[in-house]
Structures are given as C-alpha cells and as structure tokens.
C-alpha cells in the first residue's frame, strides 16, 4: 500500500509542471481582457477600432495570454506600467491572427529601455582584425528568449500607422521568423510546398530593393530591408501592417504572400491613401 502512495505521489510530481501551467492558462483566458486594457488597444493601436468583432476578440485573447506568458523588464531607471506593456503586447499580437500557433513560444522577456539603448558590435577592420565597437539601436531581437526595445519608438510607431515604420511588428517578425529554426527570411509556413514561391518571390524582391537602394531610388520599404534576406521579411512585415495599399500596388507578388501567411488584409482597417497631387503643367518663356 505504502509502495502506491509512492508511486502515485511520483507519477503526480513529474505531471504537475505538465498541466499545471496549462490549467493555470486555461483560467486566465477564461478571463476577459480588463476594460482599462481595452481602452488603451483603442487609444494607441488606431487599426483595432476598424478591426472586426471577431479580430478584436482575438486580439484581446491573445493580449491575455501574452501577458500572462512574457515577464516585462524595464532598463536604465524604467518602470513598465501596465499601459506600456498592453500596448507592446497588442502591437506584437497583431501578427498571430487568425493563426492557430501558441504566442511566440520561445519568447520569455521583453527589455525596454527609454529610448534608443547601445549595443556592443565587433567591427571587421582592414585585415579582418575584429574590434569593439557600439551601435546605436531602436530594438532586438534575440534567439535566446528575449526581445529589447526602445519606449520612444514603440509609442513612435504606435502613434504614426501608415509612415511603415514599427518596431515591436520589425521585432517580432523576428521572433516569428526564428521559429523555422533560424531567422532567414523564411518563417515556418505549414506546407513544404509553399516555400518554393516564397523564396522565389521574397528573394527577387530582395534583390530589386538591394538596387534601390543602391542607386537611391525611391521604394515602398525602407532601405534597411536590403541588409539581408531576415531584415527584409521583417521590414515587408512593417509594410505590409502600415502601408498595404502602397505595398500591393508596387509588389502585388509579396503582398499575395503575406496575405496567406498573416491570413488578414490590412488593406480593411485603413482608408486608401490619398492619391498624389497632380504635376502642374509645365510653361516655357522663350526670349527671342
């Protein structure tokens, strides 16, 4: 009798910290996002008030179990008050819906710091001798578990949705593009067979924004996009969020591909932008 105790006492605590944080998840989410958190999605995220019913549902659903998940770390003297952190949390979640995938699995942390932070980045001189060297950043994003922003651009890209600058959707392209196993511009997308026109479309894209920039042309997506084949996902991430009218007009293709991996449109949140001024004509004085 005493050997069953034992055994069931055993078998309990190798399945607790099974089922334990699952019954723990499955009660949060039973809760609905608090009003106040409500509130703030629809004062800083301007896209969530054109959402559909059923869009935002799943947003503030994923908003709970984000903050339930992820544990905010404030750095050089930053709080992270409750509002900071639902406004990075629905920005990020906006990228899983209509996506039946867990919310960003191997993220734990996210640092913030007040405004733009340094990196430390070895710098490859004459020779190939490596010295230390620092970087200015907005934000990171690192295949450890953690993602480092700066508070000034996330509120920034939170209060200017169509300038296809964002730096929690650029991070968190990131952290999805890493769940392949490595961040290439290839995230997981389900099918083998969807990779093929991917990388055929995304490459050939790539390729063309490498020479608008070189050549300084102008472009729907910032230039940093042609650093490689990863910033640029995350910056046709970016694009694709706040500037999709722009995007499907001058690379139909890579919208098409976005559309079936984040299975929105964005082009239903937004009003289309307004068309350019017209040129004026032209006149001519000739002296004779």
């Not at 005493?2 to 949060?28: C, D, H, K, S």
């Not at 009003?35 to 959402?51: D, F, K, N, T, W």
């Not at 001189?125 to 922003?149: A, K, N, Y």
């Not at 964002?166 to 769940?179: P, R």
Request: proline content about 8%.
């Amino acid at each position: 009798m005493e050997a069953l105790i034992w055994i069931g006492l055993t078998a309990l605590a190798i399945a607790l910290p099974f089922y334990y944080p699952r019954w723990r998840l499955q009660r949060v989410l039973a809760r609905p996002l608090p009003r106040e958190a409500e509130q703030v999605l629809q004062r800083s995220i301007p896209v969530y008030r054109r959402m559909s019913p059923d869009l935002q549902q799943q947003l503030r659903k994923l908003v709970v179990q984000f903050l339930h998940q992820k544990k905010f770390v404030g750095c050089e003297g930053l709080e992270v008050t409750d509002e900071m952190a639902v406004i990075i949390a629905g920005q990020a979640c906006l990228l899983l819906l209509n996506r039946h995938s867990k919310v960003y699995p191997a993220l734990h942390t996210i640092l913030v710091y007040p405004s733009e932070f340094v990196a430390q980045r070895p710098q490859v001189g004459p020779g190939g001798v490596i010295t230390p060297g620092h970087q200015s950043m907005l934000g990171e994003s690192w295949d450890d578990g953690r993602v480092v922003l700066s508070w000034d651009d996330v509120r920034r890209g939170a209060g200017d949705w169509t300038d296809g600058h964002n730096v929690v959707l650029h991070e968190f392209a990131h952290q999805l593009d890493s769940e392949s196993g490595r961040a290439n511009g290839a995230p997981y997308l389900g099918n083998p067979a969807s990779y093929r026109e991917w990388s055929e479309v995304l490459s050939r894209d790539f390729q063309n924004l490498r020479m608008n920039a070189m050549y300084r042309q102008h472009t729907v997506m910032d230039y940093y996009g042609a650093t490689n084949p990863a910033e640029f996902f995350a910056v046709a991430t970016e694009t694709f969020f706040e500037k999709p009218y722009q995007m499907a007009e001058h690379h139909a293709e890579l919208y098409a591909e976005f559309l079936k991996y984040y299975r929105v449109d964005p082009r239903e949140w937004m009003s289309p932008p307004p068309p350019p001024p017209a040129a004026e004509p032209v006149s001519f004085a000739y002296g004779w």
